[in-house]
């Protein structure tokens, strides 16, 4: 059987044409926002803002970033007649507002790197405290929809009150298949601070404090074995064919979780792309009691762990440049020539906000000079730096013998071989660095099997 997975992330957006017998990728292409899309001035996907702390990004780049996807796929000659059902993810967290013609009330919609709430997860502290982690399975945060929709509110109550349906990018962008308004999927529907994990219901109580009128606005919550939504006749334009089962979108991180096949306890994933994150199945409901890890749910059922760190790919791209090197001399060279340990010498870097843990923009931290250091000692301190806190914020998930390594950085040998030290793990890689879009793929292939097609 052939399925479609689609993979709406942060910098672009990826679909894939799986196999699902012979387990392999047979046709794939992908949009970059920022060199295809230029007209949306989003070079690595978001609006560029003074304010650091301020991220969002045009919905309506989400949208044709999904036509084009499908039509390069299309054009490249892939067999979409013979694609049976679709199904994919998005980054997580980010929020699309619609009124009740289906048009975006906001077009500049927060995503997963938005920081500027403060004073809202303030707020929400101060009124739940501790229960909010334990009904939600995250302490108040930034990017979630709780904080973000309490400030929505507040800074354009107009707009808010238009909203009719506040869906996040995943159940957006099932919806947008489908044709009609699609239910919000657990996996990616617990990133929000609004969802109560031991009833699996929205939560009255916060939804109340967070805005008025919130609960009506937000979609159903899909539960597993419904009937699923099906293709709507706009996307036969790319040769696929109308009435195929459309699995409900989840989010980038649980959809890889599917893709690395680590959805049962036992093994855990690191993801390494705009964000880096580590995650895993979860064997029994626990909180981060520091505060910074997340629940969310399993797509097979359950909840995985999750932390998540800001200043991923986008800071090895930026220090890469700085060094002035290729991604060659990046991902094996500057590892060759240097030492495990780097003789000390450690680097941090935060040209985003940091989320885990909090820590203000400020750049490049290092315990060495690094005007004067070499490239390669550069590049390890990074690495390394990245790595350690990686290790030292993910300990409440749990210690693991083998860890799969997904997502762009993964390709980088050296950089697989710090993960290997640091956690003292065996590394496990797959084929394909985009284990997103496959785990997209497999949800689509599940309901099909589940023997819920018409
Ligand atoms: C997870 C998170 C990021 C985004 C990136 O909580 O915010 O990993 O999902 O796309």
Known sequence: MLTLGIDSSTQGVKAVVYDTVQKRIV????????????????????????????????????????ELVLK?????????????????DAQQHATVCLDESGAFTRMACPIWMDSSTEAEVASL??????????????PAVERFAAAQMMKFYKEDPEAYRRTTRVHLLSSYLTSLLAGRDAPIDIGDGAGMNLLNLHTLEWDEEITNFV??????????????????????ARFTQFGLTEGIPVAPFTGDNPASLVGCGAHKPGSAVIS??????????MPDFCTDPDGYGHVFGNPFGGFMSLSCFKNGSLARER???????????????????TPSGNDGNRAFAYFESEITPRHPPTGIEANFDWQ?????????ALVEGQIANMRERTRWIGEFKTIYVTGGASRSQGIRSVIADVFGAEILTLDATDSAAIGGALLAANVCEAGLTK
């Open 27 to 66: 046709a794939s292409q992908a949009v970059n926002y920022g060199k295809d899309l230029p007209q949306f001035a989003s070079p690595d996907g978001f609006l560029p803002n003074d304010n650091p702390l301020i991220r969002r990004a045009n919905p309506e780049m989400w949208v044709q970033g999904l």
């Open 72 to 88: 390069r796929l299309y054009d490249s000659g892939a067999p979409m007649g013979e694609i049976a059902a679709i199904g994919g």
């Open 125 to 138: 502290d101060a009124h739940f405290g501790e229960a909010l982690r334990e009904r939600t399975g995250s």
């Open 211 to 232: 805005a008025p009128g919130l609960l009506e606005k937000l979609p159903a919550i899909h539960r597993p074995g419904e009937e699923p939504l099906t293709l709507s």
């Open 272 to 281: 390494l792309g705009t964000s880096d994150t580590f995650f895993a199945a």
């Open 319 to 337: 220090v890469r440049t700085l060094c002035g090197v290729d991604w060659k001399f990046f991902d094996e060279t500057a590892f060759e020539l």
């Open 372 to 380: 004067s250091a070499s490239p390669e000692v550069k590049i390890r």
